[in-house]
């Protein structure tokens, strides 16, 4: 099978869809690669790097497009990407439908079959794809609520651990999946003190052994998620509903009753944000203020560290996307991870949740592949 890498176009994004070490791979199995020029400049790979891999560089995202039978990238296409894809092409790649009604009619008009990353599943029911990029996310979270907390950007001028004799943060994570996870282990490390809010018992059970007594868990309620809110310096909000949108879950009427410069820090915003003050930021100008509240909404917080998020994404797509070069789309009709995956085909959307939240019919794949 022919591949695409383009260059990531959206802003301050510096991943890329396939490392060198990966393209050897798909080579090694018979496949051809081709790279746009510089699409690996942000990780440190040179066109060099990849024409030693075995791939060949193209000049323009152009070619890639029009030469490749699969496209390979790390974020989801930009309306002057989605218009290049064409039926029988395969994306492979996150898309984060649900928020994004622009790009799924793109998608759908072009006819391409689009996998999206973040609902591709495995054996444990988990999301083998989107939690490197969790754990990426879950990390950073702590990395920006602590320069999101200096007096210069606004914040109450805290720092997260304090000092000996000196009360540290108090930061709450809503969510206690692989972002909730990988946070309270980043703000624990530091000393913060630190909350996890979850529906689920067992899960809270399993953070309780996790972590040894130096977390508080709580059962999330109304009143409790108030609480927790309401005293607390940094609010991260880590909820995920596979391919659906983000619930809503602390309202524009909580943030007057939150301290003056705490930080909300929103690691959903790409499935529309877990905050009703949420609106996508970028690396360049990541937080705004609403009522004395600080939001940071960066929706590509793994771009900032390109090559372990690279590294890391690599390692967790290159099965399933040589399983696709492999065989096609037969993959995912024998595949269920991988047709779990799939959410635009023939012009239909394959993913109930992706359709419901954006009001449009749904076709199982069965209807769409008859």
């Known amino acids: 099978m022919k591949v695409g890498i383009p260059k990531e176009i959206k802003t301050h994004e510096y991943r890329v869809g396939l490392t060198p070490g990966t393209v050897r791979e798909y080579v090694a199995a018979g496949h051809s690669v081709l790279v746009e020029t510089n699409a690996g400049a942000g990780i440190g790979a040179t066109d060099d790097a990849y024409r030693k891999a075995g791939a060949t560089v193209a000049a323009s995202a152009r070619e890639v497009f029009a030469s490749s039978e699969m496209v390979v990238k790390v974020k989801e296409p930009q309306p002057s990407e989605w218009t290049q894809l064409r039926e029988n092409q395969i994306l492979f790649t996150y898309l984060h439908l649900a928020p994004d009604p622009e790009q799924a ?15 591709v599943t495995d054996a444990q029911g988990g999301l083998p794809l989107l939690a490197p990029m969790s754990e990426v996310a879950g990390r950073l979270a702590i990395e920006a609520a602590g320069a999101a907390l ?22 709450v994570v809503i969510g206690g999946g692989v972002v909730g996870t990988h946070a309270a282990r980043m703000a624990v490390g530091l000393g913060a003190e630190v909350t996890i809010l979850d529906r689920s018992i067992p899960r809270l059970r399993e953070l309780d052994e996790v972590f040894n007594g130096r977390v508080r868990t709580r059962f999330s309620t109304i009143e409790s998620l108030e609480e927790e809110v309401f005293a607390a310096d940094v609010v991260i909000g880590a909820v995920l509903v596979p391919g659906a949108s983000a ?19 929103d690691v959903a915003i790409d499935q529309g944000g877990c905050f009703e003050t949420s609106r996508a930021t970028t690396h360049a100008d990541p937080t ?23 590294q890391a994404l690599n390692n967790a797509t290159l099965p399933f996307g040589l399983a696709l070069a492999n065989k096609g789309f037969a993959a995912v009709l024998e595949n269920p991870h991988l047709r779990a995956g799939l959410n635009v085909y023939r012009g239909r959307l394959t993913y109930k949740a992706v359709a419901e939240s954006l009001g449009l019919p749904f076709s199982p794949i ?5």
């Open 105 to 119: 009619k793109g998608l759908i008009k072009s006819g391409c079959t689009a996998i999206a990353y973040e609902t």
């Open 150 to 171: 200096k007096r210069s950007a606004g914040g109450r001028g805290l720092l997260i651990g304090g000092v000996p004799g000196v009360q540290p943060a108090r930061i």
């Open 247 to 265: 619930p809503k879950l602390v309202s524009r009427s909580m943030l007057s009753s939150m301290r003056k410069g705490s930080v909300i820090l």
């Open 366 to 370: 069965e209807q769409a592949a008859a």
């Open 288 to 310: 705004y203020e609403v009522d004395g509240v600080i939001h940071y909404c960066v929706a590509n917080m793994p771009g900032a560290v390109p090559l372990t998020s690279s």
